[in-house]
């Protein structure tokens, strides 16, 4: 079965600084693998996704992800956070098949300090 | 195109009231999912549709959850009789074969009182 950890359900960082949202997945077959972002009452948006290829993929607003097959790992990294980064952002993990279900992670809340 | 379009934005009702929520899916989709929000439980997957057949069910919490979907362009999800721990955010998403991702409605505030 499918499932993804977040670490962290909080994170903050100062304006300028490096942002670093950790997730792990687990799943029985590789996966395609995706962050999202949701601003306060609204829904999901697409930050990036991995499906095959390369491994590091770039997202909008300057995110990025590394997928680590060895690690289980698809963290979230973006060089200089910005007061307009401040949102939950979600991991999610779909296994190999446009035609099965997607699993999101528990969240983590980015605040930016100015 | 228009996205994800849910309705209502929100929706407040009395306990034991029935609820239902509607979905359109951006045309041409074929899987739908119905996702529920709440702080204590993040974000739970409650039913998807794969060309408008149910393929999991499994996170539908009880029998007073119900979900249909009659044809490609619509969806409901209906709550009878609703309860005060009802109280959530309902999503609607819908992906097409061939993507991967899935895109969003703006969501459902649903509040039983």
């Known amino acids: 079965a499918q499932s993804v950890t977040q670490l962290g359900s909080h994170v903050s960082v100062s304006e300028g600084a490096l942002v670093l949202l950790r997730c792990n997945y687990s799943s029985s077959v590789p996966p395609y693998l995706f962050w999202y972002v949701q601003y306060p009452n609204q829904g999901l948006q697409l930050l990036l996704k991995?499906?095959?290829?390369?491994?590091l993929v770039k997202g909008i607003n300057g995110f990025e992800a590394e997928f680590k097959k060895s690690e289980t790992s698809f963290h979230l990294t973006k060089p200089s956070a910005h007061m307009s980064d401040a949102a939950e952002y979600f991991c999610a993990v779909r296994e190999y098949s446009s035609a099965s279900k997607i699993i999101f992670g528990s969240g983590t809340r980015l605040s930016i300090r100015p | 195109d228009a996205g994800v379009i849910q309705s209502p934005r929100h929706e407040v009702t009395e306990m034991g009231q029935e609820v239902t929520l509607r979905c359109k899916p951006i045309s041409g989709h074929n899987s739908l999912f119905w996702y529920r929000q709440t702080m204590m439980r993040g974000l739970e997957l409650l039913i998807y549709f794969n060309n408008n057949v149910p393929i999991d069910d499994s996170g539908m919490p009880e029998d007073r959850f119900s979900a249909k979907m009659p044809n490609a362009s619509f969806s409901t999800l209906k709550i009878q009789p609703s309860e005060p721990r009802d109280s959530a955010v309902y999503f609607c998403a819908s992906s097409q074969t061939g993507n991967t991702e899935a895109f969003f409605g703006q969501g459902t505030r649903l509040t039983v009182v």
């Open positions: 991995y499906t095959t290829g390369a491994t």
